[in-house]
């Protein structure tokens, strides 16, 4: 039976990840910061296991909870908006921090401690990230600070999958998504964009390490 982690499935995608899994016959570990979330999790046969991505104790005690864990797949889905805004105003430090520190330090944290569990069955670790990360493609400064945390992001994941040769690292856009983040007015469903993000996964080889990838089979300019 192939195992997954997924790092922050309290809802939306991370749960629809637990989900489909589960129901594909993986074993699932995942995680969540509240109770309820943890019992939910619980409720789809998934090992829950409690964790703050803002708390380097908490990234800790996630690695020692997974001992010697052999993972075929590691998704990071863990992320923060932020109160979005443009280039015409300054960003607060207080949301700057929280943006910066969610999508990027508690990836950069992960990445020693999940990697090398990893390497181990010679698997994948995925990374959701956003076409907003994308300086390429980038069309305007709307959410900017989330766009510049994304677009490190991309980098610390390309980094990374220099280290971990034996691992297939990648950045996935999940699309424009219904959640409580991408809002009611989103065109692509939780349960499509999880759909295509695992049919891509499935393809994925040790040539596409340190790739930027799109649910819908596109790779993204960075």
Known sequence: MPTALIIGASRGIGHEFVRQLRAAGWKVIATARSDDALQALRDEGAEALKLD??????????????????????????GFYGSGGQATAMPTAEDFDKVMRTNVLGAMQAIPLIAPLVEARQGKFVFISSGMGSIGETESSHGWVYRASKAALNMAVKSASFDYPKATLAAMNPGWVKTDMGGPDAPTSVEDSVTGMLKVIAGLGPEHSGSFQSYDGRSIAW
């Not at 380097?56 to 993972?71: F, R, T, V």
């Open 53 to 78: 991505v803002l708390k380097p104790e908490s990234l800790a005690g996630l690695g020692w909870q997974l001992d010697d864990e052999k993972l075929d797949l590691a998704v990071y889905v863990s």
